[in-house]
């Protein structure tokens, strides 16, 4: 399926350039070697992707997938994250337009669409359909083997969801390559499968089978590569998520980087954020479980300054710095070096 990412893609991004949910595509934009040949976004067509995002590729976008076609994709990938990955309504017949065009689809959202009859109708044989959320085959539950190999597992951790984990172990695994160093990056998101091409997508695993999933992974690129940077899920601060906890056990993270959106101080409505050293203490703690496994230290904070100018970016990460007593940066838009010497030194 991986093939599918090497040919001209569209990426469908309704309302996702300027809203919350444009994740996949956004990310997409920025760290995808893939020929992106239109983004359809009927909200900012005909304006300038960079100075919209910030992203320095040259993109043009579109109000729908017929203005698309007329720069020759031959995939859809719809670039939208919805909550509980429902595909909205008005993307239903751009979706079809690109399938009746002769267009293969990469889905990353929850409903799988490879297996509705009214699409399946529209496939030629030169066409597939990508539901990229799909339990691997053959798992276990986890054992925690992971903790026997010596390479360095870095995990990603959050104050919430969506706020730069991923973003943050892809910055760090271009800065570990720089060095010279024999790292990977493990994708356990849709976004990340759909960069890398392997990973697995861990909010689609049940449950009891998640820690296996991650430490199935880790077991297999542990012994051949010097350092595992381990894309994040969710957060153990909010009460809709279940993936933090597996990807801890399963990975037996040797070291954690914190991520924060600077300024957000609350999960859902009643739930607050503590201040980050308390969060800190709770990562640890529960990554160490009282003494069952090994002291596993945060050693940075990834801070997340998107919305801000970079003055304004700069005096937050060093209030973060005071805050925390530990190295801060924002990995995407002044590099990852900082928190990869603080892993080198933890």
């Known amino acids: 399926m991986r093939l599918l990412l ?32 239109a983004v359809i976004d009927r909200e900012c067509a005909g304006q300038s992707l960079s100075a919209l995002t910030g992203i320095k590729r040259d993109v043009p976008i579109v109000a729908s997938m017929a203005a698309a076609l007329d720069y020759n994709p031959e995939v859809l990938v719809i670039g939208i994250a919805t909550k509980g990955g429902v595909i909205p309504d008005d993307y239903w017949h751009d979706i079809k337009d690109a399938l009746t065009a002769g267009m293969s689809l990469v889905n990353g959202l929850h409903v799988p669409m490879s297996t509705m009859p009214d699409l399946k109708a529209l496939l030629k044989s030169e066409q597939l359909i990508w539901d990229v959320r799909q339990e691997p085959p053959n798992l276990g539950i986890g054992t925690g083997m992971a903790r026997t190999l010596s390479c360095r ?39 990340g499968l759909m960069l890398k091409g392997d990973g697995v997508a861990l909010d689609a695993v049940r449950v009891d089978f998640a820690a296996g ?52 101080t609350e999960v859902v ?64 838009r002044f590099g990852a070096e900082k928190l990869l010497d603080a892993i080198i030194q933890g």
């Open 6 to 37: 090497d040919r001209r893609i569209a990426i469908l991004l309704h309302e996702g350039i300027r809203g919350t949910h444009g994740k996949t595509g956004l990310s997409l934009l920025r760290y995808s070697e893939s020929p992106i040949v």
């Open 153 to 191: 597992r870095v995990l990603t951790v959050g104050t919430d969801m969506s706020v730069g984990k991923m973003s943050t172990s892809l910055e760090l695994n271009s800065a570990s390559r720089v060095r010279g160093w024999r790292s990977k990056f493990i994708a356990t998101g849709q976004t």
């Open 213 to 264: 999933a991650v430490e199935k992974m880790v077991m297999e690129y542990g012994q051949n590569h010097d350092i595992l940077h381990i894309e994040g899920q969710g957060s153990l601060l909010h009460p809709g998520s279940t993936a933090t906890l597996p990807l801890i056990r399963g990975s037996q993270p040797t070291q954690l980087i914190l991520v924060h959106r600077f300024g957000q």
């Open 269 to 332: 409505e009643g739930v607050p954020i503590p201040p980050l050293p308390d969060v800190v203490k709770l990562y640890e703690m529960v990554a160490s479980a009282a003494g069952a496994f090994a002291q596993v230290p945060v050693v940075g904070i990834a801070l997340n300054t998107w919305h801000l100018d970079e003055e304004a970016a700069q005096s937050a990460i060093a209030q973060v710095e005071d805050e925390t007593g530990l190295p801060c940066t924002d990995a995407v």
